[in-house]
């Protein structure tokens, strides 16, 4: 999720940064080893510091020094601050940004690997949804997006605090019949466009940095969106009520160039890889209060929150789940079938 509008600075930013630390290529790093000095990695996401995320990657970086005894270094870069989630990826590709970070969904532009994980309930819990990232099928994902971009992907985080709610500023929501002729954000994704007419709303895609404005503006009348993201972003400012769902959840991303990974020794690639499970686990367990933090504050500044009955429940993932046969030209209904059976 991005926070920041960002420009062609970013990158170039990156690339200064990137030189200047000499991390960049092979070259440079083999001197860094004849010399033994210590190398540094630059590493830029979009988190802001009380994000789950932003904490994530300061324990990454912080696993990786100790590991390593001080010989490798991660700059974090926060905030936006070199790269957004899609320039993050361009920058890696580029190799101007040694590790980025994105939403799985963010992706799209570069790999169909994970459109998979937009399908509405294609996930039972987020704990169950680990087997599958952290898991073999995970393990083939790796495979596909270094292949589709040129990139190693380290490891996956959860993000946003758990499933996305439905928000609005207009009325109760209780069942997907409540929803009918609702102006909702959506993302360009066009599986959540599809979901979002099932259940009866008008989707409207908006670029993220829009939305607060376009909510206090009832450009649009309501949100499918992380309660996370909701309460930093503050959008809470501008709607009235919230409904769980449980219907959509995403993971972050860690992509590191093909030039830095290959200017490791083996040894260092094995401290990056072995870092990121225990970053993978730490999340986890942050993301999961953050989320139930987020829905508490949420509530606080005023969102009234409704969890539908179980019958009511059953309504919303029926229309979910219908719309999954529109998308089995992208993503094969035999792969659904591994990552719902990977789950049991």
């Excluded at 066009?190 to 829009?210: D, F, M, S």
């Amino acid at each position: 999720m991005n926070w920041k509008k960002l420009t062609g600075l970013g990158l170039v930013l990156a690339l200064v940064v990137f030189s200047a630390v000499g991390c960049g290529g092979k070259d440079t790093a083999k001197q860094a080893d004849q010399n033994g000095a210590v190398k540094k990695l630059v590493l830029a996401h979009s988190a802001t510091p009380d994000n789950s995320l932003a904490m994530a990657y300061d324990k990454f970086a912080e696993l990786v020094k100790a590991k390593s005894n001080g010989k490798l270094i991660i700059e974090v870069h926060g905030g936006g601050s070199l790269a957004g989630d899609q320039t993050a990826v361009e920058g890696v590709k580029m190799g101007t940004i040694d590790i980025g970070s994105s939403a799985s969904n963010n992706m799209a532009p570069f790999t169909n690997a994970f459109l998979f994980a937009d399908l509405p309930y294609i996930f039972d819990s987020i704990e169950s949804s680990h087997k599958v990232w952290w898991g073999p099928i995970g393990e083939e994902l790796k495979q596909k997006v270094e292949k589709d971009i040129n990139a190693k992907v380290l490891f996956y985080l959860d993000t946003g605090g758990g499933f996305r709610v439905i928000t609005n500023n207009k009325k109760e929501v209780k069942t997907p019949a409540d929803l009918k002729g609702l102006k909702l954000r959506a993302t360009a994704s066009p599986i959540e466009v599809a979901l979002l007419k099932a259940w009866g709303a008008n989707p409207t895609p908006i670029p993220w940095p829009e939305v607060y404005t376009a909510l206090e503006q009832k450009v649009v009348e309501g949100e499918h969106l992380h309660p996370v993201w909701i309460y930093q972003a503050k959008h809470y400012e501008a709607l009235k009520y919230m409904t769980v769902v449980d219907a959509m959840s995403n993971v972050h991303v860690a992509l590191m160039s093909k030039k830095a990974w290959d200017s490791l020794t083996p040894d260092e690639q094995k401290i990056i890889m072995d870092a990121g499970k225990e970053t993978q686990e730490f999340c986890a367990k942050v993301d999961a209060e953050k989320g139930q933090e987020a829905l508490k504050k949420l509530q606080e500044a005023g969102l009234k929150l409704y969890k539908p009955t179980p019958e009511e429940a059953k309504q919303w993932k029926d229309a979910g789940v219908a719309i999954w046969p529109q998308f089995y030209d992208k993503v094969p209904k035999d792969f659904i079938d591994r990552v719902i059976a990977a789950q049991k």
